[in-house]
């Protein structure tokens, strides 16, 4: 997730195991990521975001476990 640490929106294709606060637009549905990602813009440009970038969800690192699963691939 990009948003936690820069403060960004993220908007995702729905996968069923988005965290709080990601913006679900419906998988394969290129109308409907479209409508998604201008209703953000158009909430950023009039200031009513409504995702808080300073209380964010926890969203579980997984940089630990990603390296050790590549280490034990590439080994």
């Not at 729905?14 to 679900?24: F, H, I, K, Q, T």
């Not at 409504?50 to 690192?61: G, T």
């Given at each position: 997730?990009?948003?936690?640490r820069?403060g960004?929106?993220?908007?995702?294709?729905?996968?069923?195991?988005?965290?709080p606060?990601?913006?679900?637009?419906?998988?394969?549905?290129?109308?409907?990521?479209?409508?998604?990602?201008?209703?953000?813009?158009?909430?950023?440009?009039?200031?009513?975001?409504?995702?808080?970038?300073?209380?964010?969800?926890e969203?579980?690192?997984t940089?630990?476990?990603?390296?050790?699963c590549?280490?034990?691939?590439?080994?």
């Amino acid at each position: 997730m990009g948003w936690p640490r820069l403060g960004a929106q993220v908007v995702a294709s729905e996968n069923g195991r988005r965290p709080p606060g990601v913006v679900r637009y419906a998988a394969k549905e290129a109308r409907d990521m479209r409508e998604k990602v201008n209703e953000v813009l158009r909430n950023i440009e009039a200031g009513t975001l409504k995702q808080n970038p300073q209380n964010p969800p926890e969203v579980d690192d997984t940089v630990e476990t990603e390296i050790s699963c590549l280490k034990t691939v590439l080994s």
